[in-house]
T-cell receptor, first 115, second 117 residues
Framework: GAGVSQSPSNKVTEKGKDVELRCDPI?????LYWYRQSLGQGLEFLIY????????KSGLPSDRFSAERTGGSVSTLTIQRTQQEDSAVYLC?????????????FGPGTRLTVL | AQKITQTQPGMFVQEKEAVTLDCTYD???????LFWYKQPSSGEMIFLIY??????QNATEGRYSLNFQKARKSANLVISASQLGDSAMYFC??????????????FGRGTQLTVWP
């Protein structure tokens, strides 16, 4: 079956522009996660969706970041008024449940470059 | 608070030799899962192996094994018979079963493994 897919694979934008990053999880996976990977910060948790529950937004670095998950499947991460420090690889992962004993499967990531 | 520590920024091993990548963790939650992921230069995160906090035996998956020492809070990854294709960044990660941080992975900073011929 298909794995987690993300689009675009690369995105170059100018400072101040808005960007949307898309994640399509593995079919049937109820839990979806966004992480950010940058050289200085390693892998950072951003946001987590579990079924119809309210998302855990505790990792979002500022109010310029938001995410939604429509119909319990596809998710979009939106960054408004991008800054150069937003440059990173944005990784999406999904899991069959949010339990501690289930692995998360990662997508290939979106490399965001803010000029 | 949950924390994962990987103290080896880089490791080198000769092909066909075994190598151990260190990982220590900290959590007050009695139920947790420990994971190792491999990230080659292509950037994808590949799940390697999982160890549950209540598992009595060390996990094994092919050439990968996890040396789980619960009292010492360590979960070292052992790769036997290294191959050139094992050259990659390796991340140790943890998930806990309860609380406000349910579900998310906590990652270490990673260890860059280089296998030489």
């Amino acid at each position: 079956g298909a794995g987690v897919s993300q689009s675009p694979s690369n995105k170059v934008t100018e400072k101040g522009k808005d960007v949307e990053l898309r994640c399509d999880p593995i079919s049937g996976h109820t839990a979806l996660y966004w992480y950010r990977q940058s050289l200085g910060q390693g892998l950072e948790f951003l946001i987590y969706f579990q079924g119809n529950s309210a998302p855990d937004k505790s990792g979002l670095p500022s109010d310029r970041f938001s995410a939604e998950r429509t119909g319990g499947s596809v998710s979009t991460l939106t960054i408004q008024r991008t800054q150069q420090e937003d440059s990173a690889v944005y990784l999406c992962a999904s899991s069959s449940t949010s339990g501690a004993h289930n692995e998360q499967f990662f997508g290939p990531g979106t490399r965001l470059t803010v000029l | 608070a949950q924390k994962i520590t990987q103290t080896q920024p880089g490791m080198f091993v000769q092909e066909k030799e075994a190598v151990t990548l260190d990982c220590t963790y900290d959590t007050s939650d009695p139920s947790y899962g420990l994971f190792w992921y491999k990230q080659p230069s292509s950037g994808e995160m590949i799940f390697l192996i999982y160890q549950g906090s209540y598992d009595q035996q060390n996990a094994t998956e092919g050439r990968y094994s996890l040396n789980f020492q619960k009292a010492r809070k360590s979960a070292n990854l052992v790769i036997s018979a290294s191959q050139l294709g094992d050259s990659a960044m390796y991340f140790c990660a943890m998930r806990v079963a309860r609380g406000s941080t349910l579900g998310r992975l906590y990652f270490g900073r990673g260890t860059q493994l280089t296998v030489w011929p």
